[in-house]
């Protein structure tokens, strides 16, 4: 029997909050109608390109609040993972979401204002439907992106990590764990020159092209 509709609302609250979400996410987030695999690559880095920055100055501008509204709950997952897949994501270990104190929070903050340089992905998969992840439609999911910002004459880098394209943008996924999704930017990242990358626009006051 199909909840009556305030007990499904308490239903979608409760499991939005066990993903670490304050409140119920809005629904209605959808995969993206993804192209054929020999404009994949096109596709995937038009869109980080284009989504990169607004994740940025999102992160700089309202740190732990952006972060919790970008992080897909599960009421926003429904007709797009399959329930085993997400059952599953339920009862993966995600961690305590950070708090507002979080130190990578300050330092999104003191980089507020800065522009994207370069990008490297890492792990850009297309997952087709009723596969083993169990998406029930293609989605395209960046596992990590290294992102390289910067401000006058100074530069900085951190990972995002855990990335899914919805008709509204790029979201965070899930199970990844809360202390992986973000990470708080460093000037003289150990990183910023490696460029081994699925996809990649580097600096280009980078040394070194993409590896990959």
Partial sequence: MRPAPRAEHALAAALALSLGCASPPSPGLRPVALPSAERGPTFARAQLE??????????????????RGLRLGEAQLEGWLSPAAVARGRTTFVGMIPGPGDRRWFAWRRWRGSALLGWCARGVRSHEADGPEGFLHPTLVVERVLVVGGRDEHRWAAWLEGLVLTGDGWRFAPWVPHAQSVEAPRRSHPDADLWDCDLASPPATSARRPGG
Avoid: F, I, N
């Fill in 50 to 67: 284009r989504g990169l920055p607004a994740l940025m100055r999102a992160l700089s501008e309202r740190g732990r609040d952006a972060y």
